[in-house]
């Protein structure tokens, strides 16, 4: 059964802080048997966003895609609505949200679902590296953030 | 002939100017290309530089060996499966399976070939069909999956599902999206249920339909302008792959072949336990990334490629009947010479795909594939060596473990390391063809970014994060001055700048 509500958060857990994607969907699996009231929640994962990931749009009423962001920043983290967009990102076999929302706009002629970008700073990203500091802290902030999008999705 | 590696042969490349292309788009992870002009503006030396990360084998040292297969994904987002299986190949000799139960092996071939599907939709769909749809001139907005989904939303579609039906063999083999535990050394940890077996069954015959549809497409491209798609980055090398016992196409396992640029066998039915002595892993002062070659003939004659166009000119054949059919049409066209160009690699990866939907339907339709004897045993072994054709060639596992079961070796050869020296060699065809003069254009660099794109490369599984620079041109005088910059941005947006 599709759940309304998407959160995909992507990166690859061994690389230090690119595991901000991953940890912030562990950390709302857990408060998720507590908050009764945010409704039916899917969590994803995977190592980068994909074409078919466009599939995994079916169904929503909102998604919020999560990463890490390698951007220099002095604010633990950044969030937005985003629109589809002719992705041209030349990252390979990385698509961005917007593109991936394009790619479901193509293919399913209608609108993607409401999308937000949670991007959360990180700083290394070597392998086998542990999370840093300073992205601990980030992802905390980024935690609350996500608690408050998903009260303010039951209104 | 063997082209002469001629990045180490100026006499005097301080005097040379040089064009920086960093890091190459659409391209995993971060590469640079450098070009050395002479005083004559012609291309005089190539080097692509591949910041590699040679951190894999720390990574994995000093790890229990029962948790390497599942671990080694971490290496990378591109093709997991790959690292998952070449891993958990080489830890069945640690545990002492030497042949693993037929239901074991069929369901890791399953997801292999799974693998291979998805890998090949998304390469030739998304990432290469704005080269082969539109031209390598067009529009830079155009040249993109989102470009090709707009112009040619059917093309797009099946190659979404294509890719989406291959992440579904794997979920179901592995037992998860992501992250699979699925192989284990010894065998597999779970049987495929009937259920699983027919949900993938439904869709099976839709694939390979789509898959002759893709063949198709690019084998008319290369009949319709065979001097641009015959000859276009040609690398004419020598060519190794996985054979089977009777000399068939199998990604899973075999023997190691390689035919000379001719297409004349050098070796047949190597072992690969003997890989190490074989290749030698050749390093260069100004590379990360090492140039392996084949031992016997040393570094310049020695190198070699890997991958779909050295596989389906390798083998004898493929052992389905609609990709054999298309490997039969692929050679006829060469009128008995190889294919070198590097377009081949479309074509020989399409033929593939078309290979591993016909095998996935074949092995959905085993009796043995819903058999519930999924683990095997035998005497302790303390090194291991697994080999797999990965989507984009020959990767090798090669681990060493002691009595605490800790790894205290691990050696990794991965399928565009393989490939480095071929690629370099491609690189600077192309920038001799298209390459002239002082002016930086984007259709010259995207002529340059298609010659690397048809290894499809994966350069060392970087991370993705949002922010990095996607793609940055350089022209340095003789002097070492800058005289023009080109940058494109992560929207695609190029801009032209003098410094």
Known sequence: ?155 | MMHQFELETARNPEALRRIVIEPVSRVEGHGKVTILLDDDNKVHQVRLHIVEFRGFEKFIEGRPYWEVPVLVQRLCGICPVSHHLAASKAMDMIVGAAQLTPTAEKIRRLMHYGQMLQSHALHFFHLSSPDLLFGFDSDVAQRNIVGVAAANPDVAKKGVLLRKFGQEVIRVTSGKRVHGTGSVPGGVNKPLTPEERDYLLKDADQMVAWSVDAVRIIKQLHRANPGLYDRFGEVESTMMSLVDPSGDLDFYHGALRARDAAGEVMFDQVSYQGYHTLLTEGVKPWSYMKFPYITALGDEKGWYKVGPLARIQNCDRIPTPQAEKERLEFVAHGNGKPMHGSLGFHWARMIEMLCAAETIKTLLLDPDITGADIMTGGPRGYEGIGVIEAPRGTLFHHYRVDDDDLVTYANLIVSTTNNNTAMNVAVRDVARHYLDGRELTEGLLNHIEVAIRCFDPCLSCATHALGKMPLEVELLDAAGILVDRMVKDETGGVRQSLA
């Not at chain 1, 992507?10 to 945010?38: Q, T």
């Not at chain 1, 169904?59 to 937005?80: E, I, K, M, N």
């Open chain 1, 1 to 155: 059964m599709t759940a309304p509500t998407l959160i995909f958060g992507w990166g690859n857990p061994s690389r230090g802080d690119d595991a901000l994607g991953p940890l912030l969907l562990d950390r709302i699996e857990a408060l998720l048997p507590h908050h009764p009231e945010w409704g039916a929640v899917d969590l994803l994962t995977d190592f980068q966003l994909q074409v078919e990931h466009a599939l995994d749009l079916d169904g929503r009423t909102r998604v919020l895609f999560v990463d890490a962001s390698a951007r220099p920043d002095q604010s633990p983290f950044r969030a937005g609505r985003l629109e589809p967009a002719r992705d041209s990102s030349f990252t390979t076999h990385a698509l961005s949200p917007q593109g991936v929302m394009h790619v479901y706009e193509t293919m399913r002629a209608v609108p993607p679902p409401p999308c937000w970008l949670l991007a959360i700073a990180g700083e290394a990203f070597d392998l086998g590296t542990p999370l840093g500091r300073a992205a601990a802290a980030n992802l905390e902030a980024a935690v609350d953030w996500t608690a408050a999008w998903l009260e303010a999705g039951r209104r």
